[in-house]
């Protein structure tokens, strides 16, 4: 946590590089809606990463307390020995998350974004509640757990800057590194490109196991999922694919198929449930990205909202040890519903943005009542007031104002800077 901590700056000054580059190049890499999600989407993931933390690292704990077969010493060489073992169980952890309805359900919202840029690498599950298992082989070598959390740490930082589409092939790192290219291929749903390229820093064990496949210039990745998420709600994109399988589990009549939905192969779909409640798929030479218009004020007014959720979460997670239990609740459930709101702002919901008022009135009285620092309770509340001073002026704007034209570059992000 202390290294991706640290790492956060350096996240946020390559986005706004790439960002700029976008806007100079026009290339509409980046949309404000897609961004904020995937942003929104990391925030959440570090806030329920907190919660049930415990959980992954009390079992390795006792895996390795119980049935280690010995005690790795502290030397350079156990360190590299346990960067790569651990990216190789992390390819195995990767695949699954692709080959397994349960597993893809709590991955499914990295893929979700219809962009791909810097922002992508940050739109992290909140639910990753059985990947631990995955690196219990690692306790019985005899890796101690604080090393498996650091190189896990390493390995996580490494993979941002391959999110990115500003970089080419690089020559002969393609042959062993997780690169730009051939991680652009992972994030496509051409076809050709479906569950490929799963390493997280070294690609060696795609071309090991059969699953590395070359960027082609005859192919352009695509990218998203085949069923669209269709939302800016950060919430929703964990929940969609679970969604479709409590469906499916539930309207199926064989007991053997209730089951086969959680635990088979990803897209499965019992033969009863099919026929009733199809899922129609539109061809990929079909597809169009969700893109609801909205006018340059309410943009603007939902980057700004951002940044002030982006403000506590970074607050709350500084701080996290020196602040009571209510103040860490009042924390999240901030962060929690500017996401949300932001989201649905951006998919056109008016009822969301009359709902802005109340939520920027209720907040920094929360923070006043469960005692927080005096001076953050009044950079709050000078904060949100020129906030509701902002949203009154957007609601006075009428419907021509609210929703943009309908020009698919409406929501790229250099409209902010016009």
């Known amino acids: 946590m202390t290294i991706i901590l640290f790492a956060i700056p350096a996240f946020f000054l ?3 590089i790439e960002w700029y580059l976008d806007v100079r190049s026009k290339n509409g890499h980046y949309r404000i809606n897609d961004a904020l999600t995937s942003l929104s989407a990391g925030v959440l993931s570090r806030l329920m990463t907190l919660l049930h933390q ?12 119980a049935l280690a077969l ?12 346990a ?20 597993l893809w359900a709590a991955h499914v919202v990295h893929h979700s974004s219809e962009d791909y840029n810097l922002t992508t690498a940050l739109r992290q599950t909140s639910g990753a509640l059985f990947s631990w298992v995955f690196y219990l082989p690692m306790a019985m070598m005899g890796f101690p757990p604080e090393m498996v959390i650091t190189v896990a740490a390493l390995n996580l930082v490494y993979q941002f800057w391959v999110h990115t589409q500003y970089i080419d092939k690089l020559g002969w790192m393609e042959w062993v590194f997780v690169t730009p290219s051939n991680h652009r291929v992972h994030h496509a749903q051409n076809r ?13 064990w795609d071309r090991l196991f059969g699953t590395f496949i070359p960027e082609m210039k005859n192919a352009r990745p695509v990218y998203g999922i085949r069923g669209a998420l269709k939302s800016f709600n950060p919430v929703w994109a964990n929940l969609q694919v679970y969604s479709q399988l409590l469906h499916d589990s539930y309207h199926t009549r064989r007991w053997r198929d209730k089951w086969r939905v959680w635990f088979g192969r990803t897209g499965w779909r019992p033969a009863d449930v099919a026929e009733k409640y199809p899922v129609v798929k539109s061809p990929l030479s ?3 990205k969700y893109n609801p218009a909205l006018n340059a004020s309410v943009n603007k007014y939902c980057v700004v909202q951002h940044i002030l959720m982006l403000g506590t979460a970074v607050y709350l997670l500084l701080n996290i040890e020196r602040i009571s239990g209510a103040q860490q609740a009042v924390l999240m459930i901030s962060v929690f519903l500017s996401c949300v709101q932001i989201g649905f702002v951006l998919q056109q919901s008016k009822m969301a943005l009359a709902l802005e008022s109340p ?18 309770v009044t950079a709050s509340l000078t904060l949100h ?13 009428d419907d021509k104002n609210f929703i943009g034209e309908d020009d698919p570059e409406d929501l790229t992000l250099r409209k902010w800077s016009e």
Do not use: C
Not at 70 to 81: E, F, K, N, Y
Not at 89 to 101: I, L, V
Not at 361 to 372: I, K, M, R, T
């Open 14 to 16: 390559l986005i706004g």
């Open 54 to 65: 415990l959980i992954p690292l009390t079992m390795y704990v006792l895996v390795f307390d």
């Open 70 to 81: 010995t005690v790795l010493p502290d030397s350079i060489w156990t360190w590299i020995a």
């Open 83 to 102: 960067f790569i073992v651990y990216d190789f169980f992390y390819y195995w952890n990767h695949r699954m998350g692709h080959e397994m309805s349960l």
């Open 192 to 204: 050709v490109y479906i569950d490929k390229n799963y390493g997280g820093v070294f690609i060696l």
């Open 286 to 288: 079909d597809f169009k």
């Open 359 to 376: 939520r920027l009135l209720a907040l920094p009285l929360l923070w006043l009542a469960v005692g927080l620092p005096g001076a953050l």
């Open 385 to 397: 007031a020129v906030s509701l001073v902002m949203l009154l002026w957007v609601v006075r704007q």
